[in-house]
C-alpha cells in the first residue's frame, strides 16, 4: 500500500519531500535567518553547560582517548566525534535550549552539535552551516511531530538523529540521494530512550542528544561511503515502534524553523508558562513572598505528564519541575542555570514554596488542545491572579536577535570574556558576506 492507502508511507514521502526541496536550493532568508538565532543561543547553552564537573570530565577524558581537530574555548583538542558529544550534553544539561511545540522536542541541539564541529574543522562557512541546519531542523521537526514517542520514553536519543543525519549530508556535499540514504541508514537504528532518569534524577537523560548526533553523524558518513538502507525504514519504523500521529503532515515547502522557540528561561517549555505567571506574581508582591500561604497553577494536561515532579532532589528533575519552576521565579525573579546550583537549588524558602504549589488541569485548554496556564496566589489578605496563553519565545512572541545575543552572552560567560562573546555574537547574527566558521569560532578564544 503507498500513498494516501498508507499514512505512513504517505508521511515518510513528504518528509523526504521537504529534505529533497532544501537540497535542491539554499535555506530562504527568513530559514537562513532562524538557523543563525539557533545556532548562536545552542551554542551559549553549550559554552554555559561545559562548567558543569560531569560534561568537564566527560570532555577530559574523550579529548584523552582521542585528540582531533576542534576545540572548545578554555578546552582540549577533540575528535568530530566527541566534540558532538560535549556539545549536545553541555547544551541541555541546564535546559535552557531551544524547541519546537510541533515536534514536541528539540530539533536544533542534537543538529548544531554535530554540524559546528564538521564546519569549523572543515573551513566550511557561515552560509553553509545555517542552510545545512535548516535542512536538519526541518527534517527533525517533522520528524518529531509524526514519530510520537510510546508512555515512558524521551525524545532526545530518538528522532533528532534523523535531522542530524540530513545536516551532515548536506554539510558534505550529499544531493537529494544522499541525503534520503543517510535519514534512512539513521531509521533503521533509532533509540529507545527511557525518560526514567528524569524521574529519579539521574544525568544518563543529558547524553541522549550526545548519542543521537552521533547516530546522524555515522548514518552521514555511511551513506557519503555508499552504504544504503531500504527506502521505506522510517514507513517500517512508524508502524511498529512509534505512536506515529496519523495528522495529514505539513506541506513540504513549509519552513518550520519559523516555528521554533528560543527559551527566555532555564527548564522544559512546559514549565515556562507557570513561571511566567509568577514573574508577574513577584512583581505584583514587590519581590516579598514570606506572606504567601497558596498558590495554585492549572494547566494543560502534557505539562502534568512530562513535568509533575515534586520535591526535586537533582536539578534534572527540577528542569522538569512544574512547582519548582513556579516557586523559583517567586523566590528569586529569573529562571536561570543558577537556581540548579548551590546555594539557591538548596534554598530554604525555595522549597517552601514548592511545597505550597498545588497543580491541576486546565480544562478549558484540556478540551481545546492548546497550551497557557493560570495561577492564583494568597498572601496575607491578598490574592493575586493571572493567567497566560502565549510566552517570550513562542512564534507569536519571539525573542528579539537583541534578547538572543544578551542571553548568549549571560550563558559564554562561564568560558568567554564578555567582550569576546559580545564580538562573535554580533558576527553570528549581522554577517552580511559569507564568513569561514573556523574563523568565527576563533573569536571565542
Not at 558529544?85 to 535546559?95: C, H, I, L, R, S
Not at 492564583?376 to 512572541?397: F, L, N, W
Request: hydrophobic letters at 50%.
Amino acid at each position: 500500500m503507498h500513498g494516501e492507502d498508507d499514512p505512513a508511507a504517505a508521511h515518510a514521502a513528504a518528509l523526504h519531500a521537504a529534505a529533497a526541496l532544501r537540497a535542491r536550493r539554499p535555506a530562504g532568508i527568513a530559514a537562513a535567518g532562524a538557523a543563525r538565532l539557533i545556532l548562536l543561543d545552542t551554542i551559549g547553552c553549550a559554552l554555559a553547560g561545559r562548567a558543569a564537573p560531569e560534561v568537564a570530565a566527560f570532555e577530559r577524558h574523550a579529548s584523552a582517548l582521542e585528540s582531533g581537530p576542534f576545540t572548545f574555548p578554555g578546552g582540549r583538542r577533540l575528535s568530530l566525534a566527541a566534540a558532538a558529544q560535549v556539545g549536545a550534553m553541555a547544551a541541555t544539561w541546564d535546559e535552557a535550549c531551544e524547541g519546537h511545540a510541533f515536534a514536541h522536542g528539540r530539533p536544533g541541539v542534537a543538529a548544531v552539535a554535530g554540524l559546528l564541529p564538521l564546519a569549523v574543522a572543515g573551513s566550511r562557512g557561515l552560509d553553509a552551516l545555517t542552510d545545512a541546519l535548516a535542512l536538519a531542523y526541518e527534517v527533525a521537526a517533522r520528524a518529531g511531530a509524526w514519530l510520537r514517542i510510546r508512555p515512558g520514553m524521551h525524545v532526545d536519543g530518538n528522532w533528532p538523529a534523523l535531522g542530524v543525519a540530513a545536516g551532515a549530508a548536506r554539510l558534505g556535499g550529499a544531493g537529494e540521494a544522499g541525503i534520503a540514504g543517510a535519514i534512512d541508514i539513521a531509521a533503521c537504528q533509532l533509540a529507545t530512550s527511557l525518560y526514567l532518569p528524569v524521574s529519579e534524577g539521574r544525568t544518563a537523560r543529558n547524553t541522549y542528544l550526545a548519542h543521537s548526533a552521533g547516530l546522524g553523524l555515522m548514518a552521514a558518513q555511511a551513506a557519503q561511503a555508499g552504504i544504503d538502507a531500504p527506502a521505506g525504514a522510517l514507513a517500517f519504523y512508524a508502524t511498529r515502534f512509534a505512536a506515529a500521529d496519523p495528522a495529514a503532515p505539513p506541506a513540504p515547502a513549509a519552513d518550520l524553523i519559523l516555528d521554533a522557540y528560543i527559551k527566555p528561561h532555564a527548564a522544559v517549555r512546559h514549565v515556562h508558562y507557570g513561571a511566567e505567571l509568577a514573574r508577574r506574581v513577584r512583581e505584583d508582591l514587590g519581590g516579598a513572598t514570606e506572606g504567601i500561604g497558596r498558590i495554585a497553577l492549572s494547566v494543560y494536561p502534557e505539562a502534568i505528564t512530562y513535568c509533575g515532579n515534586r520535591a526535586p532532589r537533582a536539578p534534572i528533575q527540577a528542569q522538569f519541575s512544574l512547582s519548582f519552576g513556579v516557586a523559583a521565579m517567586l523566590r528569586f525573579g529569573v529562571l536561570d542555570h543558577s537556581v540548579y546550583r548551590e546555594p539557591r537549588f538548596s534554598d530554604p524558602e525555595l522549597r517552601r514554596l514548592e511545597a505550597l504549589v498545588r497543580i491541576d488541569v486546565e480544562p478549558a485548554l484540556a478540551a481545546a488542545g492548546r497550551r497557557g496556564a493560570a495561577l492564583a496566589v494568597t498572601s496575607g489578605y491578598k490574592d493575586i491572579e493571572h493567567d497566560v496563553r502565549t510566552i517570550p519565545g513562542d512564534p507569536a512572541q519571539p525573542l528579539s536577535a537583541e534578547e538572543v545575543a544578551a542571553k548568549f552572552m549571560r550563558y559564554a560567560s562561564a568560558s568567554v570574556p564578555h567582550e569576546k562573546a559580545f564580538v562573535f555574537a554580533n558576527a553570528v547574527l549581522s554577517a552580511e558576506v559569507d564568513v569561514k566558521m573556523s574563523a568565527l569560532w576563533d573569536l571565542l578564544f
